[in-house]
């Protein structure tokens, strides 16, 4: 798969409209999508495995996407064969009282993977360059300064930009997804949603009302996309209307990132060789 054919370039404006949502690349079916992703799990565990044990590196994940584009499952697939224990996942919703008198970054800062993790943002401090901007009332809540309110899209664009750079710069990889999933892909999933009683506690009214800004929301995404996109951190749009393509699309993203990293076990000393010998040698005779 040609992974470059998602990355947003940092240096030339995209057009949501350009990226084709239903596109599958070279899978001709389901099946096969879905035999190369338990493949890639198998892998993505085997990577997770070296990182954790390393603890040099870390992986932060951001996933954005309008309602029902697939976020959840997503992860639920891909990250199927990891150990927990290597592997944190945080859902941001609206921010609490506490949050709102933190800076904006502050919520999702405190909750960045250590090294040695994946960490992983179902929605994140894009939520504030994108849900603010459709909704700019919501800033009222945020008790802002007038010089916090000066060039607020062109400031935040540039702050959120600083931290992922100090993040890679401090051996965080940082991996941004957003899946894009078309207007009508929508409307039958929320159907579905309201067909199927086990879906009913997934969908909100509110989900309908957001929809009606749909072309608010695209303009946001798309001046967000060519404003954060970096060499660093650049922004992958994942065509979402097939989600068994999604999910397949992005575990090779990512375990082309890790496989990109300096991955390996600790190298164990001479002396603790030795040692080791000296403790089987004990266990054999005891």
């Known amino acids: 798969m040609n992974h470059d054919h998602f990355v947003v370039p940092h240096d030339t404006p995209i057009r949501l409209k350009d990226h084709d949502t239903a596109y599958t690349g070279e899978f001709k079916s389901k099946k096969d999508a879905k035999k190369k992703l338990r493949k890639d799990i ?48 945080f859902s941001f919703k609206a921010p609490s009282s506490e949050e709102l008198d933190h800076h904006y970054l502050w919520r999702c800062m405190k ?34 300064s007038p010089d916090a309110r000066q060039h607020i899209w ?25 899946l894009n999933v078309s207007r009508d892909e929508q409307r039958q999933r929320f159907l579905d949603r309201i067909d199927r009683p086990d879906k009913n506690w997934k969908f909100s009214a509110n989900d309908v009302r957001e929809r009606q800004h749909w072309d608010e929301y695209m303009h946001a995404y798309e001046d967000m996309f060519n404003h954060t996109s970096t060499e660093h951190a650049p922004w992958h749009i994942i065509p979402a209307d097939h989600k068994w393509f999604m999910r397949g699309a992005v575990a090779e993203i990512i375990i082309k990132n890790l496989e990109m990293l300096d991955l390996h076990y600790p190298v164990v000393s001479d002396a603790h060789r030795v040692e080791l010998q000296e403790i089987r040698g004990q266990l054999e005779n005891d």
Do not use: W
Not at 155 to 168: K, P, Q, S
């Open 154 to 178: 062109k400031n935040r664009f540039e702050e959120i930009n600083n931290y992922e750079a100090y993040l890679v710069r401090n051996g965080t990889r940082v991996l941004k997804f957003f």
């Open 42 to 89: 198998t892998r993505l565990a085997e990577l997770q495995d070296v990182l954790y044990a390393q603890d040099v590196y870390a992986l932060l994940i951001i996933f954005q996407a309008l309602d029902a584009a697939g976020k959840d499952s997503t992860i639920k697939h891909v990250m199927s064969g990891i150990n927990p224990q290597g592997c944190q996942v």
């Open 111 to 144: 909750r960045a993977p250590e090294k040695g993790r994946i960490g992983i943002f179902n929605r994140s401090y894009y939520e504030e360059v994108l849900v603010t901007r459709v909704h700019p009332e919501l800033l009222d809540k945020q008790k802002l």
